[in-house]
T-cell receptor, first 120, second 107 residues
Framework: QVQLVESGGGVVQPGKSLRLSCTAS????????MHWVRQAPGKGLEWVAV????????YYTESVKGRFTISRDNSKNTVFLQMSSLRAEDTAVYYC???WGRGATTLEFWGQGTLVTVSS | DIQMTQSPSSVSASVGDRVTITCRAS??????LAWFQQKPGKAPKLLIY???TLQSGVPSRFSGSGSGTDFTLTITSLQPEDFATYYC?????????FGPGTKVDIK
């Protein structure tokens, strides 16, 4: 069955960087687009970024453009979210999500999330 | 960005009730609309995509309808495991955006 396991979350100071990883299993990773979606404590869901199955396209929400970078290593079944210049408002649970298709269509399968806390 | 609104923001219902949640997009999104269920401390779960297609394994008491800007999620005969928060999400134009959520709780 599809499994997505996020890692790399933790407490980080404002202005610092953090890299999240998501390791996939149970499907052919290189056939699917991958997303990151976040949820601030007690708040709703916010889509963050997507990367195409082959890494050929990436899209971001405006608030993270220029600070976050999504990437993938298909040989390791892993998608990454490199986060820099972190702000308090980036504090959230970050979910790794597999798309239904090769690009960005439907947020089909979700990992359990990893908590990022930005605080001094 | 496309703004998504949902109504009601919360609803109290009993087991066996029929519950309807509406979602409106600030511009037309064709049928690129999905519905998710989230329980406390858990990841969201996809229920319906392309407005009306039931995700595999989701009970048939869940259904979706609509296109363009107005959409509906209906739960017929609410079950105890259905008490949760429901989100709509548009997948038509980047950035993808979610509605604020509708909490379904026990009356």
């Amino acid at each position: 069955q599809v499994q997505l396991v996020e890692s790399g979350g933790g407490v980080v100071q404002p202005g610092k960087s953090l890299r999240l990883s998501c390791t996939a299993s149970g499907f052919t990773f290189s056939d699917f687009g991958m997303h990151w979606v976040r949820q601030a404590p007690g708040k709703g869901l916010e889509w963050v970024a997507v990367i195409w199955f082959d890494g050929s396209n990436e899209y971001y929400t405006e608030s993270v453009k220029g600070r976050f970078t999504i990437s993938r290593d298909n040989s390791k079944n892993t998608v990454f979210l490199q986060m820099s210049s972190l702000r308090a408002e980036d504090t959230a649970v970050y979910y790794c999500v597999r798309d239904w298709g090769r690009g960005a269509t439907t947020l089909e399968f979700w990992g359990q999330g990893t908590l990022v806390t930005v605080s001094s | 960005d496309i703004q998504m609104t949902q109504s009601p923001s919360s609803v109290s219902a009993s087991v066996g009730d029929r519950v309807t949640i509406t979602c409106r997009a600030s511009q037309g999104i064709s049928s690129w609309l999905a519905w998710f269920q989230q329980k406390p401390g858990k990841a969201p779960k996809l229920l319906i995509y392309t407005a009306s297609t039931l995700q595999s394994g989701v009970p048939s008491r869940f259904s979706g309808s609509g296109s363009g800007t107005d959409f509906t999620l209906t739960i017929t005969s609410l079950q105890p495991e259905d008490f949760a928060t429901y989100y709509c999400q548009q997948g038509s134009i980047f950035p993808f955006t979610f509605g604020p959520g509708t909490k379904v709780d026990i009356k």
